[in-house]
């Protein structure tokens, strides 16, 4: 998974201007790089469907948000996500660590995380693409661009 | 107080703030003002005005944003009273308290009668806190309440009624956030 140095280069690459999130273990390693770099204003929230709303409003207001956070949480926000993506039709990116989903692939984990996290976006019908271990800052930073280009809602999940 | 007579106020001592009303307000507010700063938060995702006015007021500082929002909705994401006090933005937070889910036929609230959203906003963290219990009040803290920095939580005690129709929006959702962000002076990012 990417590092925080990492993440903060493709970010900042893309103008992104606030981190709303929620962490799990794993996204949570990011947290020295965000907070550490003054461009970004990390935002912290109490529950994923408040992390989804508030960057609603970011991007009413003009800002350019992404959200971080675990599938379980987006398991939580659908509500938040449904109405975000397709009643205000807001071009939400979001950043999503899997659960279990290394694991999930080697058979070595009966985590129902990777089992649902995908029909779960297919059902909201939000776009999204999985980051592949190797990644780099500018294979992120190109994602963000594709979205932006596309004026849709992308969801990039992160295996963990 | 009545909510209409609420409202009323509000329209009076709203300034130049944005004004996002959820629910039962949705109803009333259009007969009060219509302004490109007047954003009906319908469909919506109910509990989440807060943070979406919050995200709004951080995104266009020295602007004031004005969130009505019904009990039933607050206690649907009470954690975002910490999230307001740990962000300071001009966000002004009119709890509507009728002890009512209005909008589905009136049924109480889960411990309706008893929540003291003012004691949770102060709990959370918020300095700036009021209590409304009647119109008079109201009247009397209207522009102190909505002046200043915030986040400021104000609690009104508003009659419940039965009875009531469900909100329709006064126009589209993306005519609403053209003529918002047109008169913030913001585009879409």
Known sequence: MLDGPTLVRALL????????WLPDSHLGQWENALRSEPRLQLLRVAREGEAIALAGGLLLGGKRPVVAIQCTGLFEAGDALRNMIHDLKLPLFMLIGVRSHLAYQRGQSNDTCPVFTV????????????LAESATADDLAALHRRAETSGKPLAVLLSE | MQLREALEVLAQERGGKVVITTMSSISVWPQLS??????AYIPSSMGQAP???LGLALAVPGRGVIVVNGDGSMLMNLGCLVTLAAYPADLFLLIMQNDLYEVTGGQPVVGAGQVDFAGLARAAGIKRVYSFPT???WKAGAAESLAGPGPVVSVLKIEGKLGQKTPLPPRPMAE??????AA????AS
């Open chain 2, 184 to 187: 913030l002076g913001v585009q």
């Open chain 2, 34 to 39: 219509d302004t490109p700063l007047d954003f």
């Open chain 2, 135 to 137: 119109l008079a009040s």
């Open chain 1, 13 to 20: 690459a893309c103008d992104v201007t606030h981190v709303v």
């Open chain 2, 176 to 181: 609403q956030i053209s003529r918002l962000r």
């Open chain 1, 119 to 130: 029909p779960i976006l297919n059902a909201w019908q939000l776009p999204h693409v999985w």
């Open chain 2, 51 to 53: 943070a979406l006015g």
